[in-house]
Structures are given as C-alpha cells and as structure tokens.
T-cell receptor, first 114, second 112 residues
C-alpha cells in the first residue's frame, strides 16, 4: 500500500473563490471518505463513497460543497463561493473491502480562506 | 446521532510511565472503536482498534479496553517514549453506518 494521497497539501484563497481538492485512495480500496477538521477538534464526517456511489452526506455538507468519485478511484471535493468559515483541514480516508470499518487517512489539505 | 466524549484534553507524563486516555460514547449500536495518533501537520494514523465482540486488545506497548455496558473505552500506553508525544483521538462507528464519530482529542506530552 502506498497510502492515501491528497493534493494540494495547502491552499490559500480569497473569499468567494472556488477551490477543488483531490484524493487518491489506497489502491483497491472501494470506500472513500471525506472529513473536515478545525483547529483543536476531531475530524467531522462530510461524505462517503462506495465505489462511485455517494452513499451518505452530512448536514455539514452545504449546497456549496460537492464531491465526486467518477470512476470509483480518485475523488474530488469542490467548495464553491468559499467563506472564511470553510477554513479547515480537509481529510480523505479510504477503506478496504472486507474490513468495512477500518479507515486510513491521508495527510490532508489545509485550506485558508482570506 | 453518536456523541463521543474524550478525557483528558491534555496529559503530560514522565518518559517510561504509563498514559491512559478515556472515551465514552452514547449510541449503544456502536460496535467499532479505533484510536488514531495525529502529529503536527499530518493526517490521523490508526494505531489500534477494537470491535464490540472483544473486551481488550493489545499491540506491544499499546492496549485498548472496552466496556460495552458502561459505554466506555480506554487507550493505555505503557513505557512511554518521547515519540509518543502527539494528539490522540478516539472514535466510534456502528454497523451499517460507515462514518466515524471522533472525540475532541488528547494532547499527550512525554517529558524526557
């Protein structure tokens, strides 16, 4: 396993701009999760994919947020019209079929909205 | 939904001593309890996990205990070393619900 990778690692943007993050899961992991972590807090669940199907979305995921996993491999998380409150670490995790609960996290993308 | 509480928020121990971090959960349907270690600027790293059909699990210097009746679980680190200094998170999830609900974290500092 090469590990979960995320790109970019850091993003600074101005309020109102759109941003997109990418996550590449561990190969052959069919489950992919997005979490958000603010300073001093634990990660909070945003959404979850099994293969290309988005199976659950948190109420934290407002209509400005959209996530895709078009071919069941990498995933993207887009935030439109960013707000200062969107500043956080965005974490991606993936899980292996047959061990449905175990989630392995990537290094995260730290977003700062000015 | 699930609510996970974690204590203490900060913990300092002398190198070589033991550290214990405790978590409680609210959803009796929760059946999977992982612990993660997060170092500055990095993503959480899974260090140990336990499922509800087991009361205790050990991996070298790390052990986790689970009390389903009381709905609490604990992380025990023995013979602590400076590299154990990090923020530790507990989490819980229930079968059929894939999301993890995390505690608020414990910042562990090992004093040389």
């Amino acid at each position: 396993d090469t590990g979960v990778s995320q790109d970019p690692r850091h993003k600074i943007t101005k309020r109102g701009q759109n941003v997109t993050f990418r996550c590449d899961p561990i190969s052959e992991h069919n489950r992919l999760y997005w979490y958000r972590q603010t300073l001093g807090q634990g990660p909070e669940f945003l959404t979850y994919f099994q293969n290309e199907a988005q199976l659950e979305k948190s109420r934290l995921l407002s209509d400005r947020f959209s996530a895709e996993r078009p071919k069941g491999s990498f995933s993207t998380l887009e935030i439109q019209r960013t707000e200062q409150g969107d500043s956080a670490m965005y974490l991606c995790a993936s899980g292996r079929r047959g061990r449905r609960e175990t989630q392995y996290f990537g290094p995260g993308t730290r977003l700062l909205v000015l | 939904g699930e609510n996970v509480e974690q204590h203490p928020s900060t913990l300092s121990v002398q190198e070589g001593d033991s550290a214990v971090i405790k978590c409680t959960y609210s959803d009796s349907a929760s059946n999977y309890f992982p612990w993660y270690k997060q170092e500055l600027g990095k993503g959480p790293q899974l260090i140990i996990d336990i499922r509800s059909n087991v009361g205790e699990k050990k991996d070298q210097r790390i052990a986790v205990t689970l009390n389903k009746t009381a709905k609490h679980f604990s992380l025990h680190i023995t013979e602590t070393q400076p590299e154990d200094s990090a923020v530790y998170f507990c989490a819980a999830s229930s079968g059929g619900n894939e999301k993890l609900t995390f505690g608020t974290g414990t910042r562990l500092t090992i004093i040389p």
